[in-house]
């Protein structure tokens, strides 16, 4: 892979930083935008470029390892696994604990349906696109 790939951490979110990546790695792997025998960035570049320090970065490598959703290949780094690609419904279960958050957020700002919806529509069109954002997805 020969750039950094869309990772966001958020210090202050309480979620701790390695599962953030976690979380970001796994969900892309699922949705196919990164692609079975894909060779994610160094933990260094990774490291530099979200400003966190390296040893965050080896620990969610070392999860998702222990995930399953990569593999630890000899003098290359990490590759995304051929089993890391799941169907339609595995990915919108993955994205229900986020949404039911999101729920119960929404409703402590009084929020109505319509203006939470709002508010993720807006995010969906603001969210940086992969490569392979346009493609069809089956299931949905």
Avoid: W
Avoid at 55 to 76: C, F, H, I, N, P
Avoid at 98 to 110: I, K, N, S, W, Y
Wanted: proline residues 6%; contains cysteine.
């Amino acid at each position: 892979m020969s750039s950094v790939l869309p990772f966001s951490v958020q210090p202050s979110s309480g979620v701790p930083i390695y599962r953030q990546l976690v979380s970001q790695v796994a969900a892309l792997a699922a949705g196919g935008q990164l692609v079975a025998g894909e060779l994610l960035p160094s933990v260094r570049t990774v490291a530099e470029s979200l400003s966190v320090n390296p040893m965050t970065v080896s620990k969610a490598y070392s999860q998702l390892e222990a995930d399953g959703v990569v593999e630890r290949v000899r003098g290359k780094g990490m590759r995304v696994c051929e089993t890391a690609s799941v169907s339609a419904a595995a990915r919108k279960a993955a994205l229900r604990p986020v949404a039911d958050e999101l729920a119960a957020r929404a409703r402590q700002l009084d929020l109505t349906a319509e203006q939470t919806l709002a508010v993720v529509k807006a995010a969906l069109r603001e969210a940086p696109h992969s490569p392979q954002a346009g493609r069809p997805q089956g299931g949905s």
